[in-house]
């Protein structure tokens, strides 16, 4: 086989987006799988809905994912030009060529003459294909209309190019995932290649790019198999290799309509920025269509790499469960080393004054934190108590049911009188406390009741981290201060 050279083709109309990124995995797997190349090409040829800022989310996210090109725009590796509106050259060229051959022809019709065409459509309920109107004028009539001040576009002519290459209306190709699929080329219709602008449209630029670029497997959305009939025939028309095409299933939401922001983040960047870690995504979309061999789903890129077979994917739609998301991202939460993680949070952790705390503390802090964390931004809500110094916000319920109890306001105090004497150190607070239990519940205060006490007045919560080491962390002084303000009268 000849090299294998695969490649992403994002237009940025948007952020990139989850499905893409899935798109670009799978590329990606399937050239690592072949040592084949990997290209990335910027389909900007509409200019009116491009923009840099998405061009730019577009490399940021799919370098965040680890999905870095061999090919294609320069971000400082030296890679080529491969952004279609800077290719603008190369397009003409080929179209001149279909025109040659009688694969191609101008079109003079207007857009009201168009949409009269497609509202007649409608009315006889047909689907509409473009009339050929213009496929055989003369060059009077051609030079008429141009005298008009009319500019012409160029349409592909489709049962032309069929003909050519093939027996009869039909179009068989087979599909990498979903195997044979087929079309009936004259329901089709004659379009456009090359807009009277001379802007390219997106059918013809990606054939003459993916022909140049030497691309021999696309693989991408289900959402274009209509358009690779079209591709096709171009390829063919151009003389050109035919790639293999391979089509891969929609995501879907949970409730099996399109994946959408109403469901939750569906850019790559969205993700990113509700803590989210890049790995848990990469390893979560991997499942979006493919299963590992042994089962075991939890697994860095490079180990999906080895077991990735183009063949296994699935050619049905998959479902975007964001729990399972979650429970992915926990998970590689959990494994990140604690440096790593430190670093991370911090982003979170902005309307904390960090510098209150030495970094042993902070280490502290995010160690007993950790564990419960999905998503690395849920830390900001988890750690408030250990800041704010001698005062803390106190939980209504946390008020009403533990500390205005007599008992726990016997506790508190008690807390404070034998606290002053208590060397503040983790372990011996583990110590002194477990004694400190003891005494109150020979009293009938339940081991419970009084560790909820002291929580509840120095945290402000029933829940939390790590006791005796949050008690180290916030320190002595304004344990025993908060305490004090939670004894009443
Ligand atoms: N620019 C196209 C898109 O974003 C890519 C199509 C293709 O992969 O051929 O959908």
């Given at each position: 086989?000849?090299?294998?050279?695969?490649?992403?083709?994002?237009?940025?109309?948007?952020n990139?987006?989850?499905?893409?990124?899935?798109?670009?995995?799978?590329?990606?797997?399937?050239?690592?799988?072949?040592?084949?190349?990997?290209?990335?090409?910027?389909?900007?040829?509409?200019?009116?809905?491009t923009?840099?800022?998405?061009?730019?989310?577009?490399?940021?996210?799919?370098?965040?994912?680890?999905?870095?090109?061999?090919?294609?725009?320069?971000?400082?590796?030296?890679?080529?030009?491969?952004?279609?509106?800077?290719?603008?050259?190369?397009?003409?060229?080929?179209?001149?060529?279909?025109?040659?051959?009688?694969?191609?022809?101008?079109?003079?019709c207007?857009?009201?003459?168009l949409?009269?065409?497609?509202?007649?459509?409608?009315?006889?309920?047909?689907?509409?294909?473009?009339?050929?109107?213009?496929e055989?004028?003369?060059?009077?009539?051609?030079?008429?209309?141009?005298?008009?001040?009319?500019k012409?576009?160029?349409?592909?002519?489709?049962?032309?190019?069929?003909?050519a290459?093939?027996?009869?209306?039909?179009?068989?190709?087979?599909?990498?995932?979903?195997?044979?699929?087929?079309?009936?080329?004259?329901?089709?219709?004659?379009?456009?290649?090359?807009?009277?602008?001379?802007?390219?449209?997106?059918?013809?630029?990606?054939?003459?790019?993916?022909?140049?670029?030497?691309?021999?497997h696309?693989?991408?959305?289900e959402?274009?198999?209509?358009?690779?009939?079209?591709?096709?025939?171009?390829?063919?028309?151009?003389?050109?290799?035919?790639?293999r095409?391979?089509?891969?299933?929609?995501?879907?939401?949970?409730?099996?309509?399109?994946?959408?922001?109403?469901?939750?983040?569906?850019?790559?960047?969205?993700?990113?920025?509700?803590?989210?870690?890049?790995?848990?995504?990469?390893?979560?979309?991997?499942?979006?269509?493919?299963?590992?061999?042994?089962?075991?789903?939890?697994?860095?890129?490079?180990?999906?790499?080895?077991?990735?077979?183009?063949?296994?994917i699935?050619?049905?739609?998959s479902?975007?469960?964001?729990?399972?998301?979650?429970?992915?991202?926990?998970h590689y939460i959990?494994?990140?080393?604690?440096?790593?993680?430190?670093?991370?949070?911090?982003?979170?952790l902005?309307?904390?004054?960090?510098?209150?705390?030495?970094?042993?503390?902070?280490?502290?802090?995010?160690e007993?934190?950790?564990?419960?964390l999905?998503?690395?931004?849920?830390?900001?809500?988890?750690?408030?108590y250990f800041?704010?110094?001698?005062?803390?916000?106190?939980?209504?319920?946390?008020?009403?049911e533990v500390?205005?109890?007599?008992?726990?306001?016997?506790?508190?105090?008690?807390?404070?009188?034998q606290?002053?004497?208590?060397?503040?150190?983790?372990?011996?607070?583990?110590?002194?406390?477990e004694?400190?239990?003891?005494e109150f519940?020979?009293?009938?205060?339940?081991?419970?009741?009084?560790?909820?006490?002291?929580?509840?007045?120095?945290?402000?919560?029933?829940?939390?981290?790590?006791?005796?080491?949050?008690?180290?962390?916030?320190?002595?002084?304004?344990?025993?201060?908060?305490v004090?303000?939670?004894?009443?009268?």
């Open positions: 086989m000849s090299e294998v050279r695969v490649r992403i083709a994002p237009s940025p109309s948007g990139l987006h989850v499905g893409t990124a899935r798109t670009a995995l799978f590329n990606y797997l399937f050239a690592k799988k072949n040592n084949g190349k990997f290209v990335l090409r910027i389909e900007d040829t509409d200019a009116e809905r923009s840099q800022e998405y061009v730019d989310n577009i490399f940021d996210s799919l370098k965040a994912l680890g999905l870095n090109w061999d090919e294609g725009p320069d971000v400082g590796g030296n890679y080529g030009p491969y952004t279609q509106s800077e290719r603008f050259d190369i397009y003409p060229k080929y179209i001149q060529e279909l025109l040659d051959k009688g694969f191609a022809y101008e079109c003079f207007t857009p009201e003459e949409e009269a065409e497609k509202e007649e459509a409608t009315a006889n309920k047909k689907a509409y294909v473009y009339s050929k109107k213009c055989n004028l003369t060059e009077e009539e051609k030079a008429k209309l141009r005298a008009e001040g009319r012409p576009a160029i349409r592909f002519n489709i049962a032309k190019a069929q003909k290459f093939h027996d009869s209306s039909i179009l068989e190709f087979e599909d990498l995932v979903k195997g044979k699929l087929h079309m009936d080329t004259d329901l089709i219709g004659d379009f456009v290649i090359m807009k009277s602008n001379g802007a390219p449209t997106y059918n013809y630029a990606v054939v003459i790019d993916d022909a140049l670029m030497k691309i021999s696309v693989i991408r959305g959402d274009h198999i209509s358009n690779t009939y079209k591709q096709i025939l171009i390829f063919e028309a151009l003389g050109f290799e035919v790639p095409f391979g089509h891969l299933g929609m995501i879907l939401a949970p409730d099996r309509s399109k994946l959408s922001k109403r469901h939750g983040a569906t850019a790559v960047s969205d993700f990113v920025e509700q803590g989210y870690l890049t790995e848990a995504l990469v390893n979560f979309v991997a499942l979006l269509g493919w299963a590992p061999s042994d089962g075991e789903e939890v697994k860095p890129v490079e180990k999906i790499a080895e077991d990735f077979r183009i063949g296994e699935s050619s049905s739609n479902i975007f469960e964001y729990d399972k998301l979650k429970w992915m991202n926990s959990k494994a990140l080393p604690i440096e790593t993680l430190k670093e991370m949070l911090k982003k979170y902005t309307q904390y004054d960090l510098s209150s705390l030495t970094d042993a503390q902070y280490t502290r802090m995010v007993i934190t950790r564990e419960p999905t998503l690395l931004s849920d830390i900001t809500d988890a750690v408030p800041f704010g110094g001698a005062g803390v916000n106190v939980e209504p319920e946390v008020q009403t500390l205005d109890l007599p008992e726990s306001q016997e506790v508190l105090k008690a807390f404070v009188t606290g002053e004497d208590w060397e503040w150190t983790e372990h011996n607070l583990h110590e002194k406390l004694v400190f239990r003891g519940k020979e009293k009938g205060i339940k081991p419970k009741a009084t560790m909820w006490a002291i929580r509840g007045a120095i945290t402000g919560r029933t829940r939390g981290a790590d006791m005796t080491a949050t008690l180290d962390i916030i320190g002595k002084e304004n344990c025993l201060a908060r004090k303000k939670a004894i009443k009268g």
